[in-house]
């Protein structure tokens, strides 16, 4: 889902800082109605105030796809530091 995003040599610094917040808002903020994926945000706010509760699939569910979702995160601002 998300892109590593490599810093240019010849680059703007405040251009690639502004890449890696856009993606990491992206995978923070967006919703399923907007674009048809949760974000972590949603995710999280789900997990607590959904209807199914810990040991349910729909549970396991979402703790699957928080874990990718800060792995994403994680990725994206290990390509801005190299």
């Not at 808002?25 to 949603?42: A, H, I, N, P």
């Not at 959904?50 to 729909?58: A, D, F, L, Q, R």
Request: proline residues 5%; charged residues 35%; contains cysteine.
């Amino acid at each position: 889902m998300s892109t590593v995003i490599a810093q240019c040599p010849n680059g703007n610094p405040k251009d690639i800082c502004e890449k890696i917040r856009d993606e990491i808002r992206k995978l923070v903020f967006q919703t399923k109605e907007e674009c048809g994926v949760r974000g972590l945000r949603e995710r999280i706010m789900d997990q607590i105030y959904g209807k199914n509760g810990p040991g349910t699939p729909s549970w396991r569910g979402h703790d699957e796809a928080i874990t990718k979702h800060q792995e994403s995160d994680f990725q994206a601002y290990e390509g801005f530091r190299r």
